[in-house]
């Protein structure tokens, strides 16, 4: 899940571009075919699974009655992800191989996933592609082919550009201070605890000590990887920090969920602190969606999901290209060899390097789908937002399953003890703190505004 650097490729080979392009393309493609014509297409590829418990004939029913919607729905994402994945120079043939059946497992979970039966022991289709994923992983080795299309940051960073598709910039824009100022306050307290136990009590190299906190802290996978490259972690500690991001990323969507519903929380405070405690966006997801189940909120309320959004993306995501820069700094100046390295200029270009562009790509959606139901008469308005922006819901859903798929088909319990307690310990201090503190901020300090969001 690693790979090279985001910010150390150039702008063509970066996932967080093909993301854009692609959720950019599906956004505009579905709003101009549904106001001038050609719909019919894009329609077909929302392909949705009716929740069904002995009556298997309802599932077969619904998908003949969209006959041609499995395939267009393969034939677009394997086209554009593939495009994509050659530009970035992925093994293409073991690409298409390897979505091929990650995209017929996709399916399989969906239906599975929508069974009433499962429903009831709370293993919808987003758990239930991590736990299959976890499961499969942990029991066989995974040929090569498959795991080159075991894309997390693609598929999430895709999802999360149409998840802003469908939210409205004026939520954003209230939500947005406060968003910031619940992610400064959370980030700085947890980064500043794992870096602190990493370095004072355990003794560990500070620039090692700064990934683990990013990790924890601000952006998961992409905060490890942008922080530990900006202040030259050794690559075995990235790869470490990463480690602790999946792993307690998974065990965080078993928990907080469940806690949220047991401590009676709301929607928008309960998606707020899952925002909040998350380590990874993919991982944040599944959590607000199984939120969403739990407590049998109806159809198209996705409110947890919202403030879910509104403090991750908005919030933390947008830190990292700060955090990033402050290692750059304390690195140069402070924790390096006083060699010539020191010398060098600090690059306050980091920040921009070290952003998630991705995020661009999600207010662009946002602002783009805004702009378009504030120019439509209210009866078109409401149909565009019931029908494209539904469209565009159920195309973001199934990004996601193949981001929890990845997910699960990439981690690896045996990681646990692969790399001694120290900065395991480290990290979940972090975590002891990071929980009740987002807690508190959600459903004590600012749940007046969390519950306000629709």
Known sequence: ?????????????????????????LTVGITFTFLYG???FFKSLAVSVPSWSNDFGKVTTALGKNPMGLFNLFAF?????????????????????????????????????????????????????????????????LPAWFQEALRTEFYVKTGIILMGATLPFTIIMKAGPLAMLQATIVSAITFFTIFMVATRVFKMDPRFGATLGAGGSVCGVSGAIAVGGACRAEKEHVSIAISMVVIFAVIMIAILPIAAKQLGMEPGPAGAWIG???????????????????????AGDDRAVKTFTLMKVVGRDMFVGLWALMAAILSVTVWEVKTAVQAERIDYGEVWRRFPKFVIGFFVASIFTTLVVASLDPKTGAAFSKDALGTIKTLRGWTFTWTFLSIGFTTRFRELTSFGWKPLLAFLIGVLINVPLGYYLSNVVFIDYWLSVK
Request: glycine share 6%.
């Open 1 to 25: 899940m690693a790979g090279a650097p985001q910010s150390s490729l150039p702008f063509v080979k970066r996932d967080d571009t093909w993301a854009i392009i692609i959720a950019l393309s």
């Open 38 to 40: 050609g719909y019919d």
């Open 77 to 141: 994402f394997i086209i554009t992800f593939s495009i994509g994945a050659k530009v970035m120079g992925y093994n293409v043939k073991r690409f298409l191989v390897g979505f091929t059946a990650l995209y017929i497992l996709s399916v399989l979970i969906t239906i599975l996933g929508s069974n009433q039966f499962m429903k009831t022991y709370q293993l919808e289709t987003p758990l239930l592609a991590l736990v299959f994923g976890m499961l499969v992983s942990n029991t066989v080795k």
């Open 276 to 298: 909040t405690s998350e380590f990874a966006d993919a991982a944040g997801f599944a959590a607000a969606e199984q939120y969403n189940s739990m407590v049998n909120l109806p």
